[in-house]
């Protein structure tokens, strides 16, 4: 990780503790990426939470994309449907996952995560894909308009709630604040 992002990290921690916030448990991508951020706020905390990794949490599947750099695709039409119109976006170019398949995945580790927890509080370490995506998705908003309005930040809070896992709400969205 980039010092930069371990000192955000940090914060996000001194934040959460400075509120008092407790979580009833941690689940993480398993991607170390993510791993790693989610410790470093975790150690900011005064209680200890063990690191629950979900599959379903990992970034979205680029195939043979990953570790690319997305410049390298620049002007195709498959980029320009990844990042513009996620709805008409075919990863069979690449050998990756499609939105739709993708959220199936993340709503997947979501609903087990509230089956384990249905009144609790949960911090979850992901992507800003993925967070993005399933949180936006969550509340109804289009496919295609998720993108336009900007992804989350790196190291920013993000709170999605629900009592019943059908009707969802978020009450803060991208919460940089704490990180100037």
């Known amino acids: 990780m980039l010092s930069e992002s371990l000192r955000d990290a940090k914060k996000v921690g001194d934040y959460f ?32 939470l063990v690191a629950q990794p979900l599959d379903g949490l990992r970034e979205i ?12 695709f620049a002007g195709t039409a498959d980029l320009k449907n990844y990042l ?9 170019v690449n050998g990756g996952e499609s939105y739709p398949e993708f959220l ?14 249905p009144q609790g509080k949960v ?9 993005s995506f399933l949180t936006k998705s969550k509340i109804g908003i289009n496919l295609d308009a998720v993108r336009p309005a900007g992804l989350v930040a790196n ?6 709630e629900t009592d019943n896992f059908e009707n969802f709400t978020m009450p803060v969205w991208n919460l940089t604040d704490f990180l100037k």
């Open 17 to 48: 503790k400075a509120q008092g916030q407790n979580f009833d448990a941690w689940y993480t991508s398993p991607q170390k990426r993510a791993w790693q951020t989610g410790q470093v706020i975790v150690d900011q905390l005064t209680q200890d």
């Open 61 to 72: 599947e680029f195939g043979t994309w990953d570790g690319q750099k997305l410049a390298d």
């Open 155 to 160: 190291t920013s809070v993000t709170v999605l």
């Open 84 to 92: 513009e119109k996620p709805s008409q976006y075919d990863p069979a």
């Open 104 to 117: 199936a995945r993340a709503n997947a580790a979501l609903a087990e995560i509230y089956q384990q927890h």
């Open 123 to 131: 911090l979850i370490s992901a992507h800003a894909v993925l967070i």
